[in-house]
Nanobody, 126 residues
Framework: QVQLAESGGGLVQTGGSLRLSCAAS????????MGWFRQAPGKEREFVAA????????YYTDSVKGRFTISRENAKNTVYLQMNSLKPEDTAAYYC???????????????????WGQGTQATVSS
């Protein structure tokens, strides 16, 4: 079992930055693909970014490319999402997710992830 805890959300103005963190429990963090998803009120949860086991492979949805950066520190069991040049449309609850150990499912698909955090709210004011 894996437990995930997000932090770092908050309220920023348009153009500002936030850095989200997700701390994971367990000893198999380095064998799991990690992802970030977001859900705005009244909308479906959508993929934002993902990172492979070693950190060498990263994936982004088109709307955040060039603005968001996902990274991980396996020694700390932590994954990060650096969000720059934030826009009001980035306002959402952001969720960290982990796949099963050594799983090979597509990293951009919600159903590929077995474990989810409780979410952290990011609000961008115009």
């Amino acid at each position: 079992q894996v437990q995930l805890a997000e932090s770092g959300g908050g309220l920023v103005q348009t153009g500002g930055s936030l850095r989200l963190s997700c701390a994971a429990s367990g000893r198999t963090f380095s064998t799991r693909t990690m992802g970030w998803f977001r859900q705005a009120p009244g909308k479906e949860r959508e993929f934002v970014a993902a990172i492979g086991w070693s950190g060498s492979s990263t994936y982004y949805t088109d709307s955040v490319k060039g603005r968001f950066t996902i990274s991980r520190e396996n020694a700390k069991n932590t994954v990060y999402l650096q969000m720059n040049s934030l826009k009001p449309e980035d306002t959402a609850a952001y969720y960290c997710a982990a796949t099963r150990s050594l799983a090979g499912q597509p990293p951009t698909i919600r159903n590929s992830y077995a474990y989810w955090g409780q979410g952290t709210q990011a609000t961008v004011s115009s």
